[in-house]
């Protein structure tokens, strides 16, 4: 296992609410990267936190916003929910003071249905 | 062009088999390269890191080549248990900072 923790599992909102996703990053950990991935693709990069700041985004609208607190876990937000915001939502853990390794490490994942 | 592309498959192999992977990526500046594994409506998981000179890891072999921008992941023995979608990621900066670019995975099946 890699110690990523994820909540909740799976999630049910209408179309136009608002939904939150928490992440747990592995102990020893200070980045976080959220993903999407949609069935049938591969994971497609939303934004990472590094020290609580946010520190590169994919192409993804601003209504997906994020934080990270300082014992470095995460939230995912995501205003006025779509039908195509229906997903699994990944976060990745990671360190960027290790020298020059960027292996990221995986939670099991929030998903996401729209309805 | 897509960024990372590898054959979807599905590539149907007995048991005992040797199957070899190779994916392309877009970016000459890439800079880090993984394969991951990932198990139906399961996470990604890392298989390994991908280096210039090549590695294993037991019945596992990576290799990159910078000049033709592909990686490849080779399976010797290959067992029931290695059926699973695998991914070809590439990280297309130093630092992290604009995340892991993902293919859409190549489908692989063990068959008895």
């Known amino acids: 296992e890699t110690g990523v923790t994820q909540s909740p599992t799976h999630l049910i909102k209408t179309r136009g609410q608002q939904v939150t996703l928490r992440c747990s990053s592995q102990?020893?950990?200070?980045?976080v990267s959220w993903y999407q991935q949609a069935l049938g693709q591969g994971p497609q990069f939303i934004f990472q936190?590094?020290?609580?700041?946010?520190?590169g985004r994919g192409n993804f609208p601003p209504r997906f916003s994020g934080l990270q607190f300082p014992n470095y876990s995460s939230e995912l937000n995501v205003n006025a929910l779509e039908l195509d915001d229906s997903a699994l939502y990944l976060c990745?853990?990671?360190?960027?003071?290790?020298?020059?390794?960027?292996?990221?490490?995986f939670g099991p994942g929030t998903r996401l249905t729209v309805t | 062009r897509k960024e990372v592309e590898q054959d979807p498959g599905p590539f149907n192999v007995p048991e005992g088999a040797t199957v070899a992977f190779n994916c392309t990526y877009s970016?000459?500046?890439?800079?880090?390269f993984f394969w991951y594994r990932q198990d139906c409506r399961k996470e990604p998981k890392l298989l390994m890191s991908?280096?210039?000179s090549g590695n294993e890891d037991g019945r596992f072999t990576a290799q990159l080549n910078r000049a033709s921008q592909y990686i490849s992941l080779l399976i010797r023995d290959s067992k029931l248990s290695d059926s699973a979608t695998y991914l070809c990621?590439?990280?297309?900066?130093?630092?992290?900072?604009?995340?892991?670019?993902f293919g859409k995975g190549t489908h692989l099946i063990i068959q008895p």
């Open positions: 970016n000459s500046a890439s800079q880090s």
């Open positions: 990621v590439v990280n297309m900066a130093g630092g992290g900072a604009d995340g892991l670019t």
């Open positions: 102990s020893g950990h200070n980045t």
């Open positions: 936190y590094y020290r609580e700041e946010e520190n």
């Open positions: 991908v280096y210039s």
């Open positions: 990745a853990s990671s360190s960027l003071d290790r020298g020059l390794s960027y292996e990221q490490y």
